[in-house]
């Protein structure tokens, strides 16, 4: 799932924080922008980490509700530490009713590559602000390392992708083949980034493919527009063929559309 919709985008003002940080003290003066905000000790980081808007906050939340009226229970949250992805995830966890019983897995290799470094935060910081987030995560790569995903190479981003992952998905499935024919099938949620969405649902059955490096660059192209806020790509594991299958949308929320499925599976070029 790709993030709610960020405040930048509808103040269309990267330099929001100094307007509405006097002293210190955060005073919104803008409908949109959320009235209340995680303490930084340098407040214009939100320039380079831009929370979510209030509308943003107020959809994913919806989602969250949509999901749990779909029966679309997460067991286990993967997010970018970037803070509308934090946010995104932890306010679809209010909807479900699940924000107590969902801590937050933060890993920077679900960040989107970066030409700058940026101020991105570890899992204490969101914990100390009132988020549940699981500390005990070892993250593939941690956000002090930020520098990491800094004018990284194309092949590095994919390998950090693929190697996160394979982590969720290996657990998914080692637990998935465990469990008895009447139990649900565990279910995991990642919110990431615009490119990252249908890079990891490439990568899902990427052992299939031969030239590997041009098939994701050409889905990451291709598809890269079609990824508006809170779209999302919905697969499950078929434990019969060993591969990822794409399953139906649901029906659509107002303003955010979801990737057609059928559309998806003809990229991939997965049969059915």
Not at 63 to 69: A, L
Not at 89 to 99: F, H, K, N, P, T
Not at 147 to 154: A, K, S
């Amino acid at each position: 799932m790709r993030h709610s919709e960020r405040l930048d985008f509808v103040l269309k003002n990267n330099n929001w924080p100094q307007e509405v940080f006097i002293n210190g003290v955060y005073s919104p003066n803008v409908t949109q922008m959320p009235t209340v905000l995680p303490i930084r000790a340098n407040p214009h980081e939100y320039s380079l980490d831009t929370p979510l808007s209030r509308h943003g906050k107020a959809h994913a939340y919806h989602t969250g509700e949509f999901f749990r009226s779909l029966g679309l229970i997460p067991h286990r949250v993967y997010t970018s530490p970037a803070m509308r992805c934090v946010q995104t995830a932890d306010s679809v966890l209010e909807g479900l009713g699940r924000r107590e019983r969902a801590p937050l897995r933060v890993d920077l290799a679900l960040h989107e590559p970066t030409k700058r470094n940026l101020p991105l935060q570890p899992a204490e910081f969101f914990s100390s602000a009132g988020f549940y987030v699981d500390l005990s995560y070892q993250p593939v790569l941690s956000p002090v390392n930020n520098t990491v995903i800094v004018r990284e190479t194309r092949l590095a981003y994919y390998r950090r992708m693929y190697a996160v992952l394979k982590r969720i998905t290996r657990k998914l499935i080692s637990q998935n083949t465990k469990l008895s024919a009447l139990a649900t099938p565990p279910t995991v949620l990642i919110v990431t980034h615009r490119p990252c969405v249908t890079l990891l649902a490439a990568m899902l059955n990427l052992d299939a493919v031969d030239d590997k490096l041009a098939y994701l660059s050409e889905m990451e192209n291709n598809k890269r527009g079609e990824v508006n806020f809170l779209s999302m790509i919905i697969a499950e594991y078929d434990a019969a063929t060993g591969t990822w299958m794409f399953l139906s949308d649901f029906p659509q929320l107002p303003t955010a559309p979801l990737l057609t499925a059928s559309t998806l599976m003809n990229s991939l070029k997965i049969s059915d």
